[in-house]
């Protein structure tokens, strides 16, 4: 029998009105499986007809489109089998030829979901208990339309008794077939689904839902005292740009182990992926307060005012990122300043992220060759690098290291004016403006300092050149002293830092010995010209002993710290079939990365931190 599929109807419009309707039906009672049933019916005359998978998916900043997971690809016509053709260059472009007196084209293919929960958007989306449904993988459209020229009418059919969430309006359901109104092709790629066994739907505030889901039903028991601060997110956002570009918003979040960790901005939602656990423990907790709050911000920062080189017609186009540090990295410091705000994170946990921000920024000589802006601009084949060696390849610092600028550009804006203005005055006239439904208002780098301007008259392209355009030697850590902080090394770590081993099963002596290593002491990523690489160590290795005694967490943390009584260490490790011994010459003792008062300058990050809703 032949599954419901993918249903595409493309009528036969003239030139000079270019624009086409579809009809999609995507079969998800498979997802478990970790497959999606699809068929394309096109009506079309003869001549050729190129279809395009979508390949550049906007929030990716890669050209991501996973082609290689569409698979059985049957074409026919008038009964007939009509041969497709691969672009040889252009691998998501399908070539066909439509034959004489053909009325309609017809499709068929499956798409098979990843099972491995590695990886960024092409890792794990679904289990046995949830799917999380992104439409631009199950969907092709024709060349030469932009997506907003392309309306679809969708179907989608879920596993028996399974739930959903989608910011995409529903025109009927019935049983597990959910029927939603037309909408672009934009919007159906911008609006992905949430679909589970286990399903919870929170109204956070007017407009604004929480979808839950998750392999347990023990996961989505969140009592009011989890939800209050989420609620409050909502008025602190509001608070901070001072209008909404969405009629309404849901955050989609999957709590599951065996699924890809990460989140994904839309205009009216966003994909939100944590561990199953993550509000049952309070470590968890802390450490993934900011995904939802980031994605958040990116409904106004990165959806509605959005780099003109990432504001493209359709998903063929490459996009440029030179610009991600305002998209992501001014997107990161407004997450971490609204997870605060809001009380998700505690000012002292805030803290200490900061200072771990700081420090891992810091300590990294990549920074020495490679800009800033170059991360940007490279994003595209960053995404997805080895961990190993990250502190001399520079990884995606676009986020981390222009949360720290940005918090400088505010306390210069605090110090100019004496502090009554501040980056929220800047929020405000540049995302803010009338409320309305969502649209997209392009910008330039220009457009971002001329509002900075118009907020504090300051040289602000001669700031963010010397930060942003060539490399440097040190972390950008002005924002953390003019706001009356220092960065500073303690032998304890903080309780944040602590949280985060926990969370992600390693031990980092990133700051000490200058590695980190797994549980079962896997060396993950070493730090140049630390100790541990002058010692002839590197990612990939295994340590079996630290002095003599068998690899552990304590053994090997006790260790470091004892070097400023007894210096040096002797690490016995494994590289491949190899043993061999290797000496580590280190004195100083534990060092973790915290935020210490500097009582010469007023608490602007106390004030930054402090909720703003009332």
């Known amino acids: 029998m032949l599954p419901a599929a993918l249903v595409i109807v493309v009528p036969l419009l003239a030139a000079a009105t270019p624009h086409v309707s579809m009809r999609l039906d995507l079969d998800a009672r498979e997802a478990p499986r970790r497959i999606l049933h699809g068929r394309l019916v096109i009506p079309a005359s003869a001549g050729p007809l190129t279809l395009l998978y979508p390949k550049w998916i906007p929030g990716e900043h890669a050209p991501a489109g996973p082609i290689g997971d569409l698979v059985g690809l049957r074409v026919t016509a008038a009964g007939r089998i009509v041969p497709w053709r691969r672009d040889a260059e252009e691998m998501h472009a399908f070539h066909l030829d439509i034959p004489a007196g053909a009325r309609e084209v017809e499709a068929t293919f499956d798409f098979l979901l990843a099972a491995s929960p590695t990886g960024f958007t092409a890792g794990a989306s679904t289990t046995n208990e949830l799917a999380v449904l992104s439409w631009n993988q199950s969907v092709l459209y024709p060349r030469g339309l932009s997506a907003r020229q392309v309306t679809v009418t969708a179907r989608l059919t879920l596993p028996s008794g399974w739930r959903f969430g989608t910011a995409l309006p529903v025109a009927r359901q019935s049983g597990a077939t959910v029927d939603f109104k037309p909408v672009s092709l934009e919007t159906l790629v911008d609006s992905p689904v949430l679909a589970g066994r286990h399903f919870k739907k929170v109204e956070l505030a007017k407009a604004h839902t929480l979808h839950l889901a998750a392999d347990s039903e023990t996961a989505i028991a969140v ?230 301007a118009e907020i504090t008259p300051h040289d602000w392209e001669g700031f963010f050149a010397a930060r942003i355009d060539v490399p440097t030697s040190r972390a950008p850590l002005g924002g953390i002293e003019a706001s009356g902080w220092r960065l500073v090394y303690r032998e304890q770590p903080t309780g944040f830092f602590k949280s985060l081993e926990n969370a992600r099963k390693e031990i980092d002596l990133s700051f000490s010995l200058g590695l980190v290593v797994d549980e079962e002491g896997g060396i993950i990523d070493v730090i140049p010209d630390a100790p541990a690489a002058k010692a002839g160590i590197g990612p990939g290795m295994r340590i079996l002993a630290v002095n003599g005694r068998r690899f552990s967490r304590t053994v090997v943390g006790d260790a470091a710290a004892a070097t400023k009584r007894k210096p040096d260490l002797d690490l016995l490790v494994e590289n491949g079939d190899f043993i061999r011994p290797h000496s580590v010459r280190y004195r100083g003792g534990a060092r973790f990365p915290a935020l210490e008062r500097d009582e010469r300058r007023p608490d602007l990050l106390g004030a930054i931190l402090a909720p703003r809703a009332h």
Not at 285 to 290: L, N
Request: charged residues 25%; glycine residues 8%.
């Open 223 to 452: 009592d009011e005292a989890v939800l209050a601060p989420y609620r409050r997110l909502i008025g602190e956002a509001a608070a901070l740009f001072g209008a909404q570009h969405y009629d309404e918003y849901h955050f989609l979040l999957s709590l599951s182990d065996r699924i890809a960790h990460f989140g994904l901005e839309h205009h009216q939602s966003s994909d939100n992926r944590r561990p199953e656990r993550v509000f049952l423990e309070d470590g968890l907790r802390v450490v993934h307060a900011g995904l939802l709050p980031h994605e958040f911000v990116h409904s106004w920062n990165g959806k509605y005012r959005r780099p003109a080189d990432l504001t493209t017609p359709d998903y063929d186009k490459p996009m440029h990122t030179g610009l991600l540090w305002v998209y992501e990295g001014l997107t990161t410091y407004l997450g971490e300043v609204l997870t605060a705000r809001s009380g998700l994170r505690g000012a002292i946990d805030a803290r200490e992220a900061l200072a771990l921000t700081a420090a891992s920024m810091d300590v990294a000589p990549g920074r020495t060759w490679r800009s800033l802006a170059d991360t940007a601009v490279a994003a595209q084949v960053l995404f997805g690098s080895p961990r190993g060696w990250r502190a001399w390849r520079r990884g995606v610092d676009f986020y981390p290291e222009s949360q720290l600028i940005w918090l400088e550009a505010d306390t210069v804006i605090r110090a100019k004016t004496g502090g009554r203005k501040s980056l929220d005055d800047f929020c405000r006239a540049f995302h803010g403006g009338a409320s309305g439904p969502p649209t997209v208002k392009p910008y330039t780098r220009r457009d971002v300092m001329t509002t900075l």
